[in-house]
């Protein structure tokens, strides 16, 4: 993936077709362009608004929105990471931030690095394909906390909640929830209706209350 216009296409592709495998390397792409739409959308004025992540402000989620989507990019590349703070992003310049990282994480997902494992700096082994699905993950969760936080539409392409749902199901193990704390780094499953979206059965899935309000 070398051009943004290529990024854009991957991401029609994602959405018009749900994920069928455990490749969810497209869809992670994808993230990364949904999440810069939503940062584009933050005012400053917004910026040291509370959020659904209790750790986070506007201005700090957004920061760690675009470290942990670099973070992504570095393990796809075979980098070790480390436990080192995000930097501060100035709210300019974070949706282009996100969307280079989206080219740069097409490039650094080969097939082999999904086999590969890499030792995060809570001291876990993951295969490529789980941290793809935890970043994916991530991303998208970030990404439905800084809509909802600033009073943006939540939604997200089918396809694109529909990876993320898959994704977290698959390795959100029941200790991760509540391990560092209420809410940290995971908070309980929360009860969604059943005329809920794809993306609020993520959201709660992921221990998110989908009623939440600033």
């Known amino acids: 993936m070398t051009t943004f216009s290529f ?27 949904h999440a810069a739409r939503v940062a584009a959308g933050v005012r400053t004025d917004q910026l040291d608004g509370t959020t659904p992540c209790p750790d986070f402000n506007v201005a700090t989620l957004v920061d760690h929105l675009v470290g942990a989507g670099w973070r992504a990019v570095a393990l796809g590349r075979g980098e070790t990471p480390t436990g080192e ?9 974070a949706p282009a931030r996100l969307r280079q990282g989206g080219v740069a994480a097409a490039e650094a997902w080969s ?9 995060m700096p809570w001291g876990e082994t ?4 789980t ?27 089918e ?9 977290a199901q698959s ?8 391990m560092a704390g209420v809410g940290s780094p995971f908070g309980v499953e929360q009860v969604v209706g059943s005329d809920a979206t794809t993306l609020e059965r993520f959201a709660g899935f ?6 939440w309000r600033p």
């Open 111 to 119: 097939d082999d690095r999904l086999t590969a494992t890499t030792i």
């Open 7 to 33: 990024h854009d296409e991957v991401m029609t592709d994602t959405a018009d077709r749900p994920s069928t495998s455990s490749d969810r390397r497209e869809a992670l792409v994808a993230a990364y362009g």
């Open 159 to 167: 396809g694109l909640a529909m990876a993320a749902l898959a994704a």
């Open 171 to 178: 390795m959100l193990r029941p200790e991760y929830r509540d």
């Open 206 to 211: 992921m221990g998110r209350r989908i009623d």
């Open 85 to 93: 703070e995000f930097p501060h992003v100035d709210l300019a310049d």
């Open 131 to 157: 941290l793809v699905d935890m970043y994916l993950s991530e991303l998208v969760a970030h990404a439905w906390d800084l809509a909802t936080a600033t009073g943006q539409p939540t939604d997200c392409e």
């Open 126 to 129: 993951y295969t490529g394909s």
